[in-house]
Each structure stands twice: as C-alpha cells, then as structure tokens.
C-alpha cells in the first residue's frame, strides 16, 4: 500500500525550486511538460464561490477551478474575494503531484504570495477541519495552469492595496 507523505507549501515551493534546477541541469526539462487537454478533460469546472457555497455537490470530485492562492508560513488557502467568508479552503500539494505542478508553479515566489491559477485535483468538502484547524475544506492538487503571480507577499487580501485587490479572484 502506498502512502502520500503531506507537504507544507514552504517546503513545496522549496522543492520545486530544486528539482527545476536538476532538471533543467540534466536537459530533461521537455519530458515534464504541461499536461495535455486529453488528461485534464476528467475534471469538472466550477466557479469558486459554488465550490465551497455546496460542498456536498463536489465532495471528492475530481474539479478545475479558478482562484487566488495565498501561501506562506503555516497558510495555504484557495480563495475568492466576493465568497471568501463561506470558508476556508487548505490546498495540499503531495510528492506525487510535484512533477505535474513544478513548471507551472516556476513563476511562482518563493517563500510566500499570491497567485492567480486554475487548480485541478480533488475537492474535500465534508470532513474538515483541515491544515491548522481553521480551514472548513481541502484541495488536493493534482495539476496547476495559467499561473499568474498577483502578489510577493503572502499578505491576508484585505491588508493589501486596492490595486492588488482588482487582480485577485473576483468571481
């Protein structure tokens, strides 16, 4: 029975950093290409705020869903501004979802921020609290596309200056 060891978004990100750099290194860079149409077409599109406003409906569903996602030390949420209050979602990366996600997440800071992204993988409704108590739901991440780095700083949304606030998911 295989296990899947949880990682932190720091240590992701660290992770990240040093496998690109072997694998650019090594000239391997073409075999770890995005993922084709054809592997993504099993996921379910969802906005966000109908994500966590029925959760029962996508609990354990395979979904693509647009959001911000705000990382740091000790938080890694997906969100939206206009549906942030109706909860929290942790997003988890594993070791096996590194090879799908490390060229996507190449622009990405490095220790915190916020991106801009559609995240595929596996949506936990029901059975939380999840990370540190705090998040009412989960995302596993099995894939990310259209990365777009909104913020350095790992900054709660209302702490950040309206411009910055435009660029975030609105939905």
């Not at 993504?40 to 996602?69: F, I, M, R, W």
């Not at 090879?99 to 936990?124: C, E, M, W």
């Not at 029901?126 to 909104?150: A, E, I």
Request: with cysteine; glycine share 10%; proline share 3%.
């Amino acid at each position: 029975m295989k296990v899947k060891r949880r990682i932190t978004a720091k240590a992701a990100i660290l992770l990240l950093v040093a496998y690109l750099s072997l694998a650019y290194k090594g000239g391997d860079a073409a075999k770890y290409s995005d993922q084709s149409d054809k592997e993504l077409a099993g996921y379910t599109q969802v906005k966000y705020c109908a994500l966590v406003s029925h959760p029962n409906e996508y609990d354990g569903k395979h979904v693509a869903v647009s959001a911000s996602y705000r990382y740091g030390f000790e938080w890694q949420e997906l969100f939206c501004l206009k549906c942030g209050g109706d909860g929290k979602t942790w997003l988890e990366f594993n070791e096996d979802t590194l090879d799908n996600t490390s060229r996507s997440l190449r622009k990405a800071p490095l220790h915190q921020g916020i991106i801009n992204a559609v995240f595929y993988g596996t949506f936990g409704g029901t059975k939380g609290p999840y990370g540190d108590g705090s998040y009412s739901y989960r995302f596993d991440v099995d894939f990310v596309r259209d990365v777009k780095v909104v913020s350095r700083d790992g900054w709660h949304p209302n702490s950040l200056n309206p411009d910055v606030q435009r660029r975030l998911c609105q939905e």
